[in-house]
Structure formats: structure tokens, C-alpha cells
């Protein structure tokens, strides 16, 4: 069983609970209903969370994706209802909340939603500058992350980066993914990603976490059926770019030394890096250019101030002051939920540019 498994088999019977005090309180703020049916209400919602992994870890079908779907909305919702019930809560030790005040910011909510999802599904284009002394011509890379291809997203987010990337293939020279190309909700089978062999320019892949819940053989097998090229550890040259993947690790993963026998002279040294982690030792080591992305730059308000306090590069480009550039992209699909708020699903255009 994976982790991500695992970890929704736990969280599950206190999402219950969760729904259940939610639910009750939402109800109590329309006049109120027996707790037997807000009770039946939450393992209802339990059961939509859970029941699905289940059957997309053995095939992925339309009516499991659609359910998990509805899930990830709902969880989202739930979050911007939680938040809605405090603000009544707060309000209401000061003034008198009236029924119309409740409906307003209730019905903030689904308003707010269509927004989300509407920019989730949106793919968009961004582009940064990065200027290096030791490049000998300009170039331009195309990076994203976190597809995350699974049980909310499947085939039709491939199907969106890939008619992205062959508006801009003109305008770059290869495309990198800086890992969570699947999503570990759904199985990944050997055709999933064969839309990739449209794209005109190289395409380069290193895993990060999320691809090796459903078994990362899996994931490496569509990769090289759809013409990816594998970086799990390797490094390969490309034109004026020397670029090493670094997988992902945890458990027992094994992790090579970085050190500066895998910097070439010469070259810009890339590294592509799934997590916005080490960017120092990276640096010091000599690589040029760190490409991570896992953040998803905290994907929606609330979760954004959150996550700008976990991690010291939430989202963005960074130079430090030896010169060496981090580009932490906010990926282009969603963990758990399609909902986006504050944040860009995109693909950047890297232009690296001679000082």
C-alpha cells in the first residue's frame, strides 16, 4: 500500500468528524436538522474521499475520477465554509449576525469556487530571465512540474500541456519537469502519457515524490513510450546546458554525493530537483540553476501564508549572491483538490540570457 494510501485511510474517520461539527453548525445557521442525519452526511462524505483510491489503484475509470473530483471540490469547499463559520463566530460576539448576513457569506462560497476551479484548469505561460556570465549563447527552456496526472486531472491535463508546449516549441529548446508528473491517486499505464511524443522538442523528466506511490516503474515505462527522456540521478548533455536529475528521496531511495565532480566546465550545470531544498549546498557545489517546483506555491488562499511559512522559497525566481539562480514553478495541476486562488497553473519560459 502507498503512502498517499495510507495517509488518506488515516485522515479519513477525522475528516468525518470534521464534516460532522461542520455540517451541524452550517445547519444550525438554517434552523437546524437531527444529528442522525448530519452524521449519515459526513460518512457519506468519508465514503466519496475514500472508495475511489481503491479502485483507480487498479484502473482508472471515468465515474471513480469523476467522484474524486467532486471530493476534491468539496474538501475545498468545506475549508472556505470553515473559514465562513469563524467570521460568523467572531461577528457575532460584537453585533447581531441576521439571516442575510449568513446567506452572503455562505453563499460567498460557491461563488468563490467557480473562480477557483475556473483558474486551476486555466494553463498559462510565464516567463522569467535569468542572466549567466559563463553562457556562451542565449537559450530558452520551457519548465513545469506537478502535473500531477491521476484521479482529479488525467488524461486531459496531458493533453493541455502538450498542445501548450507545441504553441512555444518554436520559441524553446527543451522542456524540463521538475517531478509529480503523476499523481499516485490512479494507476499510470503504459499509453498515459504517449501525447508527448507530439512535442517537437526534447522533453526532460526527474521523479519527485508523488511519482513513486503507484510504483515509479510505472511512471518510467510511459515516460519512455511517449519519447521522455529519464533523468533519475543521471545528468546529460544538452547544447550549453549540462543538466542532472536529482530524484526525490525518501525511505531508502539512495541519493548520490553532490559535489563538484558532477559540475562540467564549460556548461551551464542545471539541476533539476523536485524540492526548493538544499539550494545553498547546491550553489556551493557549482551548479548554476536549481529547478524545483512541489510547492505549488501553496495552490489556494489560505493555504498560500501558510506555505510562505514552511518553506523559505515558496514560489518564484531567486539569486543568491554568488550569482546562482532557484526557480520554484507553482506546477501546473492540483494536489487533491482542482482549485486555485492566487496562484498560476503555467509552464515558465526560462530565458537564460549572457550577462
Given amino acids: 500500500m502507498s503512502f498517499r494510501s495510507r495517509r488518506v485511510i488515516f485522515i479519513t474517520p477525522f475528516y468525518m468528524l470534521f464534516e460532522f461539527f461542520l455540517l451541524k453548525y452550517l445547519f444550525l445557521l438554517l434552523g437546524g436538522i437531527n444529528d442522525v442525519y448530519v452524521a449519515v452526511m459526513a460518512v457519506f462524505i468519508g465514503s466519496l474521499h475514500l472508495v475511489p483510491m481503491f479502485f483507480e489503484a487498479k484502473k482508472s475509470r471515468r465515474i471513480t475520477r469523476f467522484i474524486s473530483a467532486v471530493d476534491g471540490v468539496w474538501m475545498w469547499a468545506s475549508l472556505m465554509f470553515l473559514i465562513d463559520v469563524l467570521v460568523l463566530y467572531l461577528l457575532g460576539n460584537f453585533i447581531h449576525v ?21 483558474k486551476a484548469h486555466k494553463l498559462v505561460v510565464n516567463e522569467k530571465t535569468l542572466t549567466l556570465p559563463n553562457l556562451p549563447r542565449d537559450i530558452n527552456i520551457v519548465q513545469f512540474s506537478d502535473v500531477h496526472f491521476g484521479s482529479v486531472r488525467h488524461k486531459s491535463i496531458i493533453r493541455q500541456v502538450v498542445d501548450k508546449l507545441k504553441e512555444i516549441e518554436d520559441t524553446c529548446e527543451i522542456a524540463i ?41 510505472n511512471v518510467f515505462n510511459a515516460c519512455r513510450k511517449a519519447g521522455i527522456i529519464i533523468l533519475d540521478n543521471e545528468s546529460m548533455e544538452f547544447e550549453c546546458l549540462n543538466i542532472f536529475g536529482l530524484r526525490f528521496s525518501f525511505d531508502d531511495r539512495s541519493v548520490p554525493k553532490i559535489d563538484e565532480s558532477l559540475i562540467k566546465p564549460g556548461f551551464v550545470n542545471i539541476i533539476n530537483y523536485h524540492v526548493p531544498y538544499y539550494w545553498e549546498e547546491f550553489s556551493s557545489a557549482g551548479f548554476d540553476i536549481q529547478l524545483s517546483g512541489h510547492t505549488h506555491g501553496g495552490q489556494f488562499y489560505p493555504a498560500v ?51
Avoid: C, Q
Avoid at 441576521?98 to 475556473?118: H, R
Avoid at 508528473?181 to 507530439?198: I, Y
Avoid at 522559497?313 to 539569486?319: A, I, Q, R, T, V
Fill in 305 to 355: 501564508n501558510f506555505t510562505d511559512m514552511l518553506f523559505k522559497y515558496n514560489m518564484g525566481l531567486f539569486k543568491n549572491n554568488l550569482g546562482k539562480y532557484l526557480h520554484v514553478t507553482t506546477g501546473v495541476g492540483s494536489m487533491d483538490t482542482p482549485m486555485r486562488w492566487g496562484t498560476d497553473s503555467e509552464l515558465v519560459v526560462l530565458k537564460l540570457r549572457k550577462e
Fill in 98 to 118: 441576521s439571516a442575510e448576513i449568513n446567506a452572503i457569506l455562505l453563499a460567498i462560497v460557491p461563488i468563490l469556487g467557480v473562480y477557483n476551479y475556473y
Fill in 177 to 217: 519537469i521538475s517531478g509529480d508528473l503523476a499523481d499516485g491517486s490512479s494507476v499510470v499505464e503504459e499509453d498515459d502519457f504517449l501525447a508527448f511524443k507530439e512535442v517537437g522538442i526534447p522533453v526532460v523528466f526527474t521523479p519527485g515524490n508523488h511519482d513513486f506511490y503507484m510504483g515509479i516503474e
